[in-house]
């Protein structure tokens, strides 16, 4: 029953930081969560900027639904469609860097470890970059008309009037963006990594989510599994106030 359990205190946290595993989980979960944030925002405004440039209405709508449609795929399905495209043998990458001379041989993507976290990242990217891009649009479309009127008139070109216009209108959405998606420094994902990780790249493809259903949930472990979760949170909670303090001097 509940009042026979033991009390073990931080037994669990003391396991966790003793755990050369953890710490190779720990680094592989933040270079990706860091990759993913930053290919993030980078696709997503620029995207959003060059939508956001197209005059003509059909050919807007036709790029938005392309860049969407991966949202809604499942990553089981994703993930077959880049194993696929990366594959030894018929592989699309391959196929178009042996027709173009890059490459003398095939390679073995998903096999060289070290390139897990830009595979994962653009992959990542791929997937969502079209559905990111909302937020931004929407934000751009509240911009005042006359604020690109009075540049025309000045003379402004393109470039000036995303520079001097449409981003520092965008600063309050990024900022705001970019404290939440802090946050979640420490999710990183865990469907791409499950199904695109195997042995050969596994140093680099385990995170904390696997860490956590690999030693912990699959073992039956589930108090060392509660304890890897309450980490998560407490390093989410230091990030996202931690981003909310450096971010009021940008904007209010």
Not at 69 to 78: D, G, L, R, T, Y
Not at 158 to 166: D, H, P
Request: no cysteine; net charge negative; hydrophobic share 50%.
């Amino acid at each position: 029953s509940l009042l026979d359990q033991e009390w073990i205190g931080l037994e669990h946290f003391k396991f966790l930081f003793t755990d050369p595993n953890f710490y190779r989980v720990l680094r592989n979960t933040l270079g990706m969560s860091t990759i993913n944030l930053v290919l993030g925002f980078v696709t997503a405004i620029g995207l959003a900027l060059l939508l956001n440039e197209i005059r003509h209405a059909k050919f807007k709508k036709l790029v938005q639904t392309i860049s969407y449609m991966p949202h809604f795929i499942s990553w089981v399905v994703a993930a077959s469609i880049i194993s696929y495209s990366l594959s030894l043998d018929n592989g699309t990458i391959n196929i178009v860097l042996l027709k173009l001379g890059i490459v003398d041989e095939p390679i073995l993507w998903l096999g060289m470890e070290t390139w897990f976290w830009g595979i994962n990242g653009v992959s990542d990217i791929w997937k969502n970059v079209g559905w990111n891009t909302i937020i931004y649009l929407a934000a751009i479309t509240m911009i005042d008309p006359e604020q690109y009127e009075a540049a025309d008139i000045d003379g402004a070109t393109r470039l000036q009037r995303i520079r001097y216009i449409t981003l520092p209108s965008l600063k309050p959405t990024v900022i705001i963006l970019m404290i939440m998606n802090l946050g979640y420094i420490l999710e990183s994902g865990f469907e791409a990594q499950y199904l695109l990780g195997n042995p050969l790249n596994l140093a680099y493809s385990e995170n904390l989510d696997i860490y956590v259903l690999k030693y912990g949930i699959s073992l039956g472990n589930f108090s060392l599994a509660t304890a890897a979760g309450i980490f998560k949170t407490v390093v989410s909670f230091i990030f996202l106030f931690t981003a909310n303090h450096f971010a009021k001097p940008f904007d209010k």
